[in-house]
């Protein structure tokens, strides 16, 4: 069965300081993961997602992952915090199989201090 | 963004009562997913649909049915609400020739059961 860990449920940073939420995965089969984040009142929004192709993913508004097989993790980094982005970040796993449904971690909630 | 919509977005209802919820999507993928977000759980899957008529249970179905009629549309009912299924429920849609792996997430709706 696939599983996600994200560690730390609240992370803080101060304005331009590195954005770094931790995500570990247990998976049987080669994994897809994925990172979306949640702005308040909001759905949730693909930043980017790993598929077997390179290992280093960038996503949008500045965010990128990078997949370690050896360490089973995909974490999110963004060198420089902004103010905006303050909202939850959610880590998920799926096998990769048409429709099957995505393993979601419990959330980071990250925020910004100016 | 993907065209989802989520109906009603916000419902206050009394324990016993049913309720269903309706998702709709215009972009015609075949997989719809529902899934419920509560604090310290992350998102886990109610039910999903893979084409009309044909849907399965998710992690968390007790209490739950689904229908799916159309491509378009995937309705959640809760036949007897109860307080426990005080929630926001997020829709989803994924399809695997269109969009490789990842899913997109309708506004959500906040049910509350009293």
């Known amino acids: 069965a696939q599983s996600v860990t994200q560690l730390g449920s609240h992370v803080s940073v101060s304005e331009g300081a590195l954005v770094l939420l931790r995500c570990n995965y247990s998976?049987?089969?080669?994994?897809?993961l994925f990172w979306y984040v949640q702005y308040p009142n909001q759905g949730l929004q693909l930043l980017l997602k790993y598929t077997s192709a390179a290992t280093l993913v960038k996503g949008i508004n500045g965010f990128e992952a990078e997949f370690k097989k050896s360490e089973t993790s995909f974490h999110l980094t963004k060198p420089s915090a902004h103010m905006s982005d303050a909202a939850e970040y959610f880590c998920?796993?799926?096998?990769?199989?048409?429709?099957?449904?995505?393993?979601f971690g419990k959330g980071t909630t990250l925020s910004v201090s100016s | 963004d993907a065209g989802i919509t989520q109906s009603p977005r916000h419902k206050v209802t009394e324990t016993g009562t049913p309720v269903t919820l309706r998702c709709h999507q215009t972009e015609n993928h075949r997989y719809m997913y529902w899934y419920r977000q509560d604090p310290g759980h992350g998102l886990r899957l109610i039910h999903y649909s893979y084409g009309v008529k044909d849907t399965d249970k998710g992690e968390v179905s007790d209490g739950y049915s689904v229908s799916r009629s159309k491509t378009e549309d995937f309705l959640l009912t809760l036949e007897s609400a109860t307080s426990s299924q005080t929630s926001v429920y997020f829709c989803a849609i994924s399809d695997w020739a269109v969009s490789s792996y990842e899913q997109y997430f309708g506004p959500g709706t906040r049910l509350t059961v009293t």
């Open positions: 998976s049987s089969v080669p994994p897809y």
């Open positions: 998920a796993v799926s096998d990769g199989q048409a429709g099957t449904a995505l393993i």
